[in-house]
């Protein structure tokens, strides 16, 4: 089915808006309801959780709505039949138009127009209030009262204070309005315009929501200037839409860094995890979301071991929190350091930073926390000795799964049991093994300068190198099921192989550790339609007795996932199906509204339809926002080596991208603009403007990207 030709667009089951770190998410009508995943979000905080319109004692009946970028929405309602003490007011005779934007804080114009014969009088209530539950609590269902919320009404100024204080924690939010002579009644939570309307006049009220932010409160980081995509495909519309969501998740650090923070509504804070891995996705877009990352990832590395907050010294953030639980210390999230692929990652960004802009002074500032990860890896990721990466949490509310599939039901055997921990997930070791070449490269160049720092004496480069060799052999002998012929999801605590079959092997090819034999046969298999959805690849096959496509990650397909095996089948040469899963995950994209790509979507095969939302997705997301970006980097070939002043190419456009033309890619302050056409069955560069920096054809062998080492 092909949803760009016919037109037909998916929405989500909720209205996300976002703007720095602030969200509201609402009905697709615009109401706001407590039961619900709605609410006007500051500092992990609900501070709006009703806002409801209503006619005489009746909802609205919905008849448009319409999207303007991520902060502004407009809709268009009419009233059902009413009966008042006044008489009968037929279907249809009043017109609400509703106007709403994000800011710093929300504005809501709402505008009601009366086309009956006569003057009617109807009252209208907005129905507003806030219960100050922390975002957790939202997302679980799960609320405790909270009986110390004060409610200040100012009636002669048309406004009224929504207040909590508890202990640390003091949250505030102003309403105000302005409905010209109308005098609104203010009746616990509801506020009431009693309205004599003429004929088709209008009547307009003005609601200002002023949330009481805090103080150094994140804010929207301007980027710089965007690379320009030009092509007549599927790509064109998911590449635009995905490069605002990352701009609009984009949050300063400090002075001028900037890292994406994870998505809307949930995820706007630093996630270690997600803010490196869209700044590795998204090298394409400027190496100045690494350089933020970096910087604010490791400005929060563990120093001493906390097993409430799962620290260890050298680890990494997962999360941090500023809600009332962070706060009060109920939940470890003050950061919480329960992700054991950070670290790893963290070293890989590292590596990507340097290749991208061949900043000397830039890693230098953070190769000692990188090696000071790379030993935490080594020492305490590693519990057993073995050499691999496995987790378990210490802490009472710690996360049973640290990998990037971190949903307690995640791991699953084949039988569909939850399997034990220690878990050490294939994926991790990708990571490790990854990290082990970047860090051998970057040990070994910088280890020439005479005048580096003695920290950096912590490791050889050639010692890396060997170890990267040993767990290569390692997981091949460990992981590979010679029956499934196929790569296990993770071993168990019993060091039993976790034989479900998964999409976590395609991080492998990502992190070029399998031989070619083990590369092909898992690119085969990931094709299957056990796995292979048609709209991208599903995290647990169906075959599983535990799959359930409508389910976080036991199903469902997450498109920064199946990208990422995309670049992994590319790096081994297996274009085809490479190209498949770039062209589903597209046409996925182009089927939801606004072109838009979530953070997943249900696992459900393509013959039954357009791809279904998942409910609590974040959308934008920014893995999810990455995809199309890293596509292009795909389609290029490109592998960039700037410490040598130069870059690689290896373009090749599929069947379905006959031309592609890339402007403003950004290299430190080197910069290329170039155009690329499939002619037959070759692809060829028609256009290449350089300034700074040398074009090498070919695909080098490199620790992420290019050919495997």
């Not at 509204?593 to 959308?619: D, H, K, M, T, W």
């Not at 991208?657 to 603009?673: D, K």
Request: charged content about 25%; hydrophobic content about 40%; glycine content about 8%.
């Amino acid at each position: 089915m092909d949803s760009r030709g016919s037109g037909i667009r998916v929405p989500h089951p909720v209205e996300i808006f976002h703007a720095g770190n602030t969200a509201l998410t609402c009905g697709l009508d615009g109401q706001i309801m407590a039961n619900e995943l709605h609410g006007y979000f500051v500092a992990d905080t609900r501070v709006l959780s009703t806002y409801r319109i209503s006619v005489s004692g009746h909802m609205f009946q919905l008849l448009s709505r319409s999207r303007t970028g991520q902060t502004e929405a407009h809709w268009e309602f009419q009233n059902p039949s009413l009966r008042t003490t006044f008489g009968e007011i037929e279907e249809g005779s009043l017109l609400l138009s509703l106007s709403r934007k994000l800011e710093d804080r929300l504005y809501d114009h709402l505008r009601l127009i009366s086309f009956a014969r006569e003057r009617i009088r109807i009252r209208m209530v907005l129905q507003i209030d806030s219960d100050f539950s922390d975002i957790f609590e939202v997302k679980e269902g799960s609320f405790r009262p909270r009986l110390n919320i004060t409610r200040a009404i100012f009636a002669r100024e048309g406004r009224m204070r929504l207040a909590y204080d508890q202990a640390a924690c003091h949250r505030q939010v102003d309403v105000r309005f302005k409905a010209g002579k109308a005098v609104p009644a203010f009746v616990g939570s509801l506020i009431i315009f009693d309205l004599e309307l003429e004929p088709q006049r209008d009547w307009d009220c003005f609601v200002e929501v002023i949330p009481e932010l805090e103080k150094g409160s994140s804010s929207r980081q301007k980027t710089p200037d965007s690379i320009a995509v030009i092509c007549d495909s599927i790509l064109q519309g998911p590449f635009e839409r995905g490069q605002a969501d990352l701009q609009a998740l984009t949050i300063r650090h400090e002075q001028d860094k900037a890292y994406f923070a994870g998505g809307a509504p949930w995820f706007l804070t630093l996630f270690g995890r997600d803010s490196l891995t869209t700044a590795l996705m998204s090298g394409l877009a400027g190496e100045w979301s690494l350089r933020g990352a970096l910087a604010a990832v490791g400005a929060l590395q563990a120093t001493e071991r906390d097993d409430w907050r799962d620290a260890e010294p050298g680890k990494l953030p997962h999360e941090i929190r500023r809600g009332e639980l962070a706060l009060a210390k109920l939940i470890p999230h003050t950061p919480y350091y329960g992700a054991h692929d950070v670290p790893a990652l963290y070293c890989i960004a590292l590596w990507q930073a340097w290749r991208w802009s061949g900043d000397r002074e830039f890693v230098t500032q953070h190769l000692e926390t990188a090696e000071a990860a790379l030993a935490w890896c080594i020492e305490l990721g590693d519990r057993d000795g073995d050499g691999f990466l496995e987790y378990g949490t210490r802490s009472p509310l710690g996360y049973y799964n640290q990998s990037w599939k971190d949903a307690g039901d995640a791991i699953v055997h084949e039988t569909g049991e939850i399997a034990p921990l220690p878990l050490a997930t294939v994926e991790l070791q990708g990571y490790l093994y990854c990290a082990y070449l970047a860090m051998s490269e970057l040990v070994s160049e910088f280890r020439k300068n005479p005048n580096s720092s003695p920290s950096l004496s912590r490791f050889d480069g050639r010692e890396l190198l060997a170890r990267a060799h040993r767990l290569r052999n390692a997981v091949e002998r460990s992981y590979w099921l010679r029956s499934r012929n196929f790569y296990a999801l993770s071993l168990d605590g019993k060091k039993k192989p976790v034989a479900s079959i998964s999409s976590n092997p395609g991080h492998l090819l990502w992190c070029g550790l399998p031989s070619l034999e083990h590369a092909r046969a898992v690119a085969d298999r990931m094709m299957k339609p056990d796995l292979f959805s048609g709209w991208g690849l599903r995290t647990l096959s169906s075959h599983n007795p535990a799959y359930d496509p409508l389910l976080y990650q036991r199903g469902s397909v997450w498109p920064h996932d199946t990208l990422i095996t995309a670049a992994g089948l590319r790096r081994y040469g297996f274009l085809e199906q490479s190209d498949i899963l770039i062209r589903a995950i597209l046409e996925a994209a182009c089927s939801f509204e606004q072109e838009r790509l979530p953070e997943l979507f249900c696992g459900i095969e393509r013959a039954r339809g357009l791809p279904v939302p998942y409910r609590r997705a974040n959308s934008p997301q920014a893995w999810a926002a990455a995809v199309p970006v890293l596509a292009v980097q795909l389609f290029l070939g490109l592998v960039p080596d700037l410490p040598h002043g130069r870059c690689y190419l290896s373009p090749c456009l599929p069947d379905w991208l006959p031309n592609l033309e890339i402007s403003n890619i950004r290299f430190g302050r080197a910069t290329l603009n170039l155009s690329i056409q499939r002619r037959g069955t070759k692809t060829v560069v028609t256009r290449l403007e350089k300034d700074g920096l040398d074009i090498l054809f070919g695909s080098p062998p490199a620790p992420l990207w290019g050919a495997p080492l």
